[in-house]
């Protein structure tokens, strides 16, 4: 979500919600080497940094305004950044142990990932993918619509978001205000990022002895993972993670609900407010100009007033001095 007025973190759209769980899970598998695609704002990119200094684990990040986030440079080796589109940096590298994936949440992108990662026959990493629950696990979006082929694009708004129990896009939607491509259906097939996981494993993109957790909350975090080459505490964190939320699940997906319709309503009521700050500062500076306007015509007014009483006074005195000639001439 967007930064306005400190609410960029209400509906904690970020990997960084799911550290605490991750964090045990990373060092229980112990990589030597994981990609992150997709940046953001870099909340989550922090910890990996950090992680990655203290595992001696070599980092790379991809995503295509990596500059703009003072990523580029962390002062130390094994350390890469790349300032590109997934598409264009993974045909090109090494296999990494861990791939945590939160780009362009949509189904051709994802299923394009899922592909170039797993080009390796004998490569066998463990996938992390956020927004694969709602809105985006059966419903594409996109970041640049025009750099998604035709034939791959749904039909797509570019003003409108989804709001949680309604089937179609509203006006104060779900990243309504961002600027990016949401498509208008939900559940349709090729659809969303879970979606394109799903069928990235029914279609062998993905090889055999994958297993897939998800955890249903902060818009949806899943785990895809060979699940006899991981050890076995990787495995355990991932069971314990999955089993809680099979448990927990009619409790999370109504709060999940909960919770989102409460950031979209404060959000909607957040940009109100910018727009009557924005009325009122118009107003205030109209006042101002007013203001500044009216002591120079109180100034005027204050020059005129001081030429009418001399032009008085002289009145007076021509008056007395025409009084006085008369006189003068009656005697």
Same mark, same amino acid.
């Given at each position: 979500m967007q930064d306005t007025n400190g609410t960029e973190d209400l509906l904690l759209a970020s990997m960084a919600f799911f550290q605490p769980v991750l964090d045990s899970l990373l060092k229980s598998l112990g990589p030597s080497s994981l990609c992150e695609i997709g940046i953001d704002k870099g909340r989550f990119t922090k910890y990996l940094v950090f992680f990655c200094k203290e595992q001696g684990c070599h980092y790379t990040g991809i995503d295509p305004a990596i500059?703009?986030?003072?990523f580029s440079n962390v002062g130390s080796e094994g350390f890469q950044f790349f300032e590109q589109k997934s598409g264009d940096v993974l045909p090109d590298l090494p296999p990494k142990d861990v791939y945590i994936i939160d780009g362009d949440h949509n189904y051709h992108t994802v299923k394009e990932e899922i592909r170039l990662i797993f080009r390796h026959s004998e490569h066998r990493p !463990?996938?992390?993918?956020h927004d694969t629950a709602w809105p985006f696990a059966r419903r594409d979006l996109y970041y640049d619509p025009a750099g998604? #082929?035709?034939e791959k694009r749904h039909p797509h708004s570019l003003e409108e978001g989804p709001w949680p129990g309604k089937d179609g896009l509203e006006k104060d939607g779900f990243c309504a205000t961002e600027s990016v491509g949401i498509a208008k259906a939900e559940g349709t097939p090729c659809n969303g990022v879970l979606t394109a996981i799903e069928d990235s494993i029914?279609?062998?993109l993905v090889p055999g002895g994958y297993a897939l957790a998800t955890v249903p909350i902060a818009f949806g975090l899943s785990i895809l993972f060979p699940e006899r080459d !991981? #050890?076995?505490?990787t495995r355990d964190e991932i069971q314990k993670l999955e089993a809680s939320s099979e448990v927990l699940s009619p409790l999370l997906s109504p709060m999940e609900s909960n919770r989102i319709r409460l950031g979209l309503k404060l959000l909607a009521l957040s940009e109100k407010f910018d727009s009557l700050f924005t009325k009122y500062d118009l107003l205030l500076k109209?006042?101002?100009?007013l203001d500044k306007a009216y002591s120079v015509l109180m100034g005027k007014y204050k020059e005129l007033d001081e030429h009418s009483d001399k032009l008085l006074q002289a009145y007076n005195g021509l008056d007395q001095h025409f009084k006085a000639q008369m006189g003068k001439q009656k005697a």
């Open positions: 500059n703009t986030l003072g !463990v996938l992390l993918f998604i #082929p035709k029914s279609q062998n !991981v #050890p076995d505490a109209n006042y101002n100009d």
